[in-house]
C-alpha cells in the first residue's frame, strides 16, 4: 500500500500545503482504511492463504480460521456465493467485517461451508464498499498492538546520492577531497536509553573518518575517528530527532564513498510537532556546489508562522529587495529597502507550504527557502 492509495491527496488541492496530522487536510480512501483494519485485527498473516471460490467475477480468498475475503468484479451485480468451503466448524456464526452486507450475519454449516454475497464495484453497497467484504467469526474488536522493534536504515555515500540543495534533505555525498567538510548521513526517531548501533565501511580502510552524532538541536552528543571499518554505539538519553554525520579526520586527505548502516529502536509514539532540524553541514570554498550563494542564505525560524528573519553571513548590506516566490514560481510578496538590521519579515498573509526566497546582495543573487506552518 503506497502513500497515495491510502491518502486522497489531490482532494482538497493541496498537494503541498496540507498538514499530515489534519484528517480533514488529509482523508483517507475509507475502502483501503478499512482493509488495513481487517488486516491487523482478523490477523490475515496468521491464516494459510487458501483460494475457495474461482468464478468469472468471483474470488473467494481465505486466511486459513481468520477471515474470508471475497471480491467481485461486476460493476452493479451483487454475487451471490453458496456453499463456500471454510475452515471453521459448524455454527460459527460470520459477520462482513467490512460493512456491505450491513448487520447481516451467516453461519457455517454443512461440514464447514457458507453461503455469502459479495457487492458490486458500484459503491452501492453499505458503507459505500466496492467490490468486497470480509467474513470473520463476530466479536471481534479492535486488538492490534503495533509493536516497536529495531529498524535498520543503509546509506550509500556517494556524490550521486547527495544533494545540497537549500531545497532538499541535504543529505548524503561522498566525502570531499583535502577538505575537513561533514557529510549528513541521514536522520533517525531513537527512544531513550535504547542502543543505537553504527557500521561504517569505507573504500579506503586506510583513512581516518570521524563519525558525530547530533541531538534534536543539532547539537554533538558523542563523536568516534579512525581508519577502517568503524562498529561503534551510543545510548540516546532522549527520544526524539537524531542525525548522523560523517567527514575526514584531517584537512589533507583525499575523499572517498562509504557505506553507513544504522541499527536502532523507534518509540512506539513520536511528537509530529516536534521541529525537525537539517543539521546540515557548512561548505568551506575547496567544496562549495554550484548554488554556493544559497547555501549562505540563512533563513529563521524555518519552519514559521509569522515571521522570518533572513541572514548572509560575511556581507554588509545596503537597502535591498527580497522576493517570496511559491512552488509554482509566482511571486507572492516582494519586500522592498529591505535590510538583515531592520528587523523580521511578516508572512502571517502567506499560505502553508513551502516558498523560495531570493534576495539581492552586492555580490550576486541569495536564495533559499522556508516553509510556511
Known amino acids: 500500500v503506497y ?28 475502502d483501503l482504511e478499512n ?7 482478523l490477523r490475515f498473516k496468521e491464516g494459510a492463504y487458501l483460494v475457495r471460490w474461482q468464478a468469472g467475477d468471483a474470488l473467494v480468498i481465505e ?38 452486507n450491513g448487520t447481516t450475519t451467516v453461519t457455517v454449516s454443512n461440514g464447514g461451508k457458507v453461503s455469502i454475497s459479495v457487492p458490486p464495484c458500484d459503491g452501492t453497497a453499505g458503507a459505500g464498499r466496492r467490490g468486497y467484504c470480509v467474513w470473520a467469526p463476530q466479536g471481534i474488536s479492535e486488538n492490534y498492538v503495533l509493536t516497536s522493534n529495531r529498524i535498520t536504515q ?16 541535504q543529505q548524503g555525498g561522498r566525502l570531499p577531497d583535502n577538505s575537513e567538510d561533514c557529510r549528513v548521513v ?20 586506510t583513512l581516518p573518518i570521524t563519525v558525530q552524532y547530533l541531538n534534536a538541536d543539532c547539537g554533538i552528543i558523542d563523536s568516534v575517528s579512525m581508519s577502517g571499518t568503524i562498529l561503534d554505539s551510543i545510548v ?15 584537512g589533507n586527505q583525499l575523499g572517498q564513498k562509504c557505506w ?31 548554488n554556493e550563494l544559497a547555501q549562505q542564505l540563512i533563513v529563521y525560524p524555518n519552519p514559521a508562522n509569522d515571521f522570518i528573519k533572513v541572514e548572509v553571513p560575511n556581507e554588509q548590506f545596503s537597502l535591498c529587495s527580497i522576493k517570496i516566490i511559491n512552488t509554482d514560481g509566482k511571486i507572492v510578496q516582494i519586500i522592498e529597502d529591505f535590510s538583515p538590521e531592520s528587523g523580521s519579515i511578516d508572512i502571517s498573509s502567506l499560505a502553508k507550504g513551502w516558498y523560495n526566497l531570493e534576495l539581492g546582495g552586492q555580490n550576486g543573487t541569495y536564495r533559499s527557502f522556508f516553509v510556511k506552518e
Open 260 to 290: 553507513v548502516k544504522l541499527n536502532y529502536k523507534a518509540p512506539e509514539t513520536v511528537n509530529t510537532s516536534e521541529t525537525k532540524n537539517k543539521c546540515a553541514c557548512t561548505t568551506s570554498a575547496s567544496s562549495l556546489y554550484e
Open 35 to 41: 482493509l488495513i483494519w481487517c488486516h491487523q485485527n
Open 236 to 250: 540516546p538519553n532522549y527520544s526524539g530527532w537524531l542525525t548522523v554525520r560523517i567527514k575526514n579526520a584531517t
Open 63 to 100: 486466511r486459513e480460521a481468520k477471515a474470508l475475503i471475497a471480491v467481485n468484479d461486476n460493476w452493479s451485480s451483487w454475487q451471490n456465493l453458496s456453499n463456500v468451503q471454510t475452515s471453521w466448524p459448524d455454527g460459527t456464526v460470520l459477520k462482513d467485517y467490512s460493512g456491505a
Open 154 to 169: 543503509e546509506w550509500e555515500m556517494e556524490d550521486d546520492l547527495g544533494d545540497n540543495h537549500p531545497l532538499s534533505l
Open 186 to 205: 541521514g536522520k533517525i526517531y531513537v527512544e531513550s536509553g535504547q542502543q543505537m548501533n553504527l557500521e561504517l565501511y569505507p573504500a579506503d580502510p
Open 3 to 30: 502513500f497515495e492509495d491510502l491518502f486522497n491527496i489531490g482532494y482538497n488541492s493541496n498537494r503541498f500545503t496540507h498538514d499530515p496530522s489534519n484528517t480533514t487536510e488529509l482523508p483517507v480512501f475509507s
